[in-house]
């Protein structure tokens, strides 16, 4: 998988914008395993959050609510392309996007 800074190419959804999300939630998108979906609330219009896992959201906020630094280099930051990014959102909330 390649990517680019600030735009990506979605075998799914094509030329897109990108989110940026802890490794976990990249992970568990492609394992099915719901690990909880916390994005930041600094831009409440953001059609693309930038998300956490349960679990790095608890180091997040353990790091003083830093989303850059060492927390960063904790969550292994990858990104998804906006559409895979609500994919991943409905999922690890709770639903069921691929019905
Ligand atoms: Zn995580
Ligand atoms: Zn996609």
Redesign the pocket.
Known sequence: MSSTPTRSR?D??GP?ETAFVCQHIARGLFHRERVGFYWTDEDPDDPNPDALCEACEECRIKAGGAWVGSAEKHQRVKT??A??DQVAKTFHMGGDPWS
């Open positions: 979605c799914l959804h897109s998804l392309c559409g895979c």
